[in-house]
């Protein structure tokens, strides 16, 4: 289904639109963002250096016993394939997570259950009490619990569960003591100077207060058990390393959905073209379009068009789709929004 | 205050400026603002940070030195970068 939206003026190089925060655009219609891009060469240059410096951490850290590697597996294609990646390509024992949020598609689940057998990984999941999930989500979209600079890249309802995702992963790292956390961020989600590194104790509790917060706020201090405590950090012998690999290495959508769909995994048809394992995502696009005036996504999509991962047209088609009305039903239902709370419709917004 | 540490000051003001804030009206950037605490840079942000300062002072930043008593204001990463150049002014 196709969204009806009017004329909006987009950057002529990438998508961003000028309802973006803080953009502007030269004669030619370009914004800072393209303006300011590396060119190729030094794209390049930086992409192997994060990649030299990954198999040397990987080689460091082979060897050793036990799991060499956390990874947060959602169960979309990009962390299924980075998943791949590790195991099969970097030879390294993995264990996998997933924070169920409550709204992982049948489907999703199943991709994960056939996968992870078919790969051969250790496997755990996690499933917060959903009354605190609902609590924090419904927190997420009615009140101003993120900065802007927060939301340019995800809605409220996905800032809030990255940030849950990253408490658990970091703090089942710290207790397992492994060397190595790892996710599946694509190109476009991440930019390629955290693609890879350590955070010290010191600025890890500076982020950890930081991440919190918000969510502290909205469940009156509820969230603590999820991210690592003070002597978590206290007695770790050493803090894992941050990687999410597609940002530095070969990145094809195409190429990693048939490497997938080799080992058995299969696109949802219940989620919209932005998520391959979330039905909160699309009633999370629709509120944050409606609250702040462009789509979540279109940052990461401008960014994979800027970095000739996807071409222009195919990312705007994937903003023009709207959401599936029975599923922002059924997310409504079980959030237990009430009908008074509403949203305009999309219009120009985008 | 020197002219180095002047300009330093004015390239790290200028990049937060133009990258977190998107404005530049230099009232909304305080020297002392805690870019974590003010929300002005997050966690992915200091990251980019530190490529900016490697990129921009051609200096190497370890691990262990993203602290933030040194990523967390304008002043302090000035002091920092200004550290960094005088322990290697190569």
């Given at each position: 289904?196709?969204?009806?939206?009017?004329?909006?003026?987009?950057?002529?190089?990438?998508?961003?639109?000028?309802?973006?925060?803080?953009?502007?655009?030269?004669?030619?219609?370009?914004?800072?963002?393209?303006?300011?891009?590396?060119?190729?060469?030094?794209?390049?240059?930086?992409?192997?250096?994060?990649?030299?410096?990954?198999?040397?951490l990987v080689e460091q850290i082979r060897p050793r016993p036990g799991y060499h590697c956390l990874m947060a597996w959602s169960g979309g294609k990009d962390s299924t394939y980075t998943l791949w990646l590790l195991k099969k390509q970097f030879g390294l024992h993995v264990l996998a997570f997933t924070f169920d949020n409550g709204f992982i598609s049948p489907t999703a689940l199943k991709n994960i259950?056939?996968?992870?057998?078919?790969?051969?990984?250790?496997?755990?999941?996690?499933?917060?009490?959903?009354?605190?999930?609902?609590?924090?989500?419904?927190?997420?979209?009615?009140?101003?619990?993120?900065?802007?600079?927060?939301?340019?890249?995800a809605s409220g309802i996905c800032n809030t569960c990255m940030a849950l995702a990253k408490g658990i992963g970091l703090r089942l790292a710290l207790e397992r003591e492994i060397p190595l956390l790892a996710y599946g961020w694509s190109p476009g989600q991440a930019p390629l100077s955290s693609a890879l590194f350590r955070t010290n104790p010191s600025m890890l509790r500076t982020f950890l207060r930081a991440a919190m917060a918000p969510l502290q706020k909205a469940t009156d201090g509820k969230v603590q058990p999820y991210f690592p405590q003070e002597r978590h950090l206290e007695t770790a012998q050493e803090m894992p390393y941050n990687v999410s690999p597609l940002g530095f290495l070969e990145y094809d959508e195409a190429s990693a959905l048939r490497r997938i769909e080799g080992l058995g995994w299969q696109r949802p048809q219940d989620t919209d073209p932005n998520s391959t394992n979330c039905l909160l995502n699309s009633f999370a696009n629709q509120v944050h379009l409606e609250q702040m005036g462009y789509h979540p996504y279109v940052?990461?999509?401008?960014?994979?068009?800027?970095?000739?991962?996807?071409s222009r047209e195919e990312a705007l088609s994937r903003l023009k789709v709207a959401a599936s009305p029975e599923v922002v039903a059924a997310v409504r239902a079980k959030l237990r929004i009430p009908h008074r709370w509403r949203q305009q419709p999309p219009g120009d917004r985008q | 205050m020197s002219v180095q540490t002047t300009s330093v000051e004015a390239t790290i003001r200028r990049y937060i400026l133009e990258s977190f804030l998107f404005t530049d009206d230099e009232s909304q950037l305080p020297d002392d603002a805690s870019f974590l605490e003010e929300g002005i840079v997050d966690s992915t942000g200091v990251l980019e940070l530190v490529m900016f300062i490697e990129e921009t002072f051609d200096i190497s930043v370890e691990d262990e030195e993203i602290l933030p008593e040194n990523f967390d204001s304008v002043t302090?990463?000035?002091?920092?970068?200004?550290?960094?150049k005088e322990s290697d002014p190569t």
């Open positions: 289904m196709e969204q009806q939206t009017k004329p909006v003026k987009r950057c002529t190089r990438c998508i961003l639109p000028e309802t973006f925060p803080g953009i502007h655009f030269d004669e030619a219609g370009t914004c800072q963002f393209c303006r300011r891009q590396p060119g190729p060469e030094k794209r390049t240059e930086r992409k192997a250096r994060l990649r030299a410096r990954f198999e040397e259950r056939v996968v992870a057998e078919n790969l051969g990984v250790d496997y755990i999941l996690t499933k917060p009490r959903f009354d605190l999930l609902r609590q924090l989500f419904v927190a997420s979209i009615q009140s101003d619990i993120y900065p802007p600079r927060a939301l340019e890249r940052m990461e999509l401008a960014s994979l068009v800027r970095e000739g991962y996807m | 302090q990463l000035a002091r920092y970068v200004h550290r960094k």
